[in-house]
């Protein structure tokens, strides 16, 4: 059974939810998740969280409806020197950022400029997680990505979203097998995420569980099941 969901959005993110932490925490309890992740959009994106608000998240409760919580952010890349849109006294406080390419904050270069990109995220010690690397707008080299995720101990993230049929980043099913392919080889540890914005879609893997079958992943390298691995490994 999946444990864990880290990357969830609630209001703060700007995306039309009402959601607060609580809404989200008591749907994650009624999903039978133990550990929820709440990752809402760095200040670069349109709406989305201040730095304020994301200082304050060092004050929050870790235990909510029953649950562990994690109060992290998903960073935009801003530049493909892989400059990220929070400061780093502020990265401090949080328990870890995913890093992550959206439009508005930055075009999609070639192949080698994006990859280039999330590699040098990944140097950023508040990084933890690279999400939705599946976008087909943005082409990378997936064995040079694993590579570099092994060497920065990275978790490598697949988006049930992205791969949901109503998805909004193409068709990403063969750049997710891609990305597993590289993972095998390398021994990245992945993460199922819902990406859900507001509680419709905590803890739905639907499509993600359906591509570790296909792909016959090992069970050993997801870590949804492992709550205490996914806290080590984001050191929390």
């Given amino acids: 059974m999946y444990l864990c969901d880290m990357h969830t959005h609630t209001i703060a ?23 929820l992740g709440i990752t809402d ?19 929050a409760p870790r235990k909510r409806c029953g649950i562990r919580v994690c109060y992290g952010v998903e960073l935009n890349i801003t530049d493909f020197s892989g400059n990220l849109d ?43 997680m690279i999400g939705h690397c599946d976008d087909v707008k943005y082409p990378v080299d997936y064995d040079e990505l ?24 193409g068709d990403t099913r063969a750049n ?3 990305l597993l392919e590289g993972c095998l080889r390398n021994r990245v540890p992945v993460l199922l995420s819902s990406d859900s914005h507001g509680t419709a879609h905590i803890g739905d893997f639907t499509y993600a569980r359906a591509m570790v079958q296909e792909m016959n992943y090992p069970e050993e390298l997801i870590l949804n099941d492992k709550p205490e691995q996914v806290l080590k490994l984001l050191g929390t």
């Fill in 13 to 35: 993110s700007g995306h039309g939810t009402s959601c607060t932490i609580a809404d989200m925490a008591k749907k994650a309890h009624e999903k039978g998740l133990t550990l």
């Fill in 146 to 169: 694993t590579a570099a995720a092994r060497e920065y101990g990275i978790v490598m993230e697949i988006n049930n979203s992205s791969l949901s049929p109503e998805g909004y980043r």
């Fill in 86 to 128: 929070l400061e780093d006294e502020i990265l401090e406080g949080l328990d870890y950022a995913i890093a992550s390419m959206h439009r508005p904050n930055l075009r999609p270069g070639g192949q080698t400029a994006n990859t280039l990109a999330y590699i040098q995220a990944m140097k950023h010690p508040a990084v933890r």
């Fill in 176 to 178: 997710n097998r891609m």
């Fill in 41 to 59: 959009h760095g200040p670069g994106t349109l709406g989305a969280g201040t730095p304020s608000y994301f200082r304050s998240l060092a004050h």
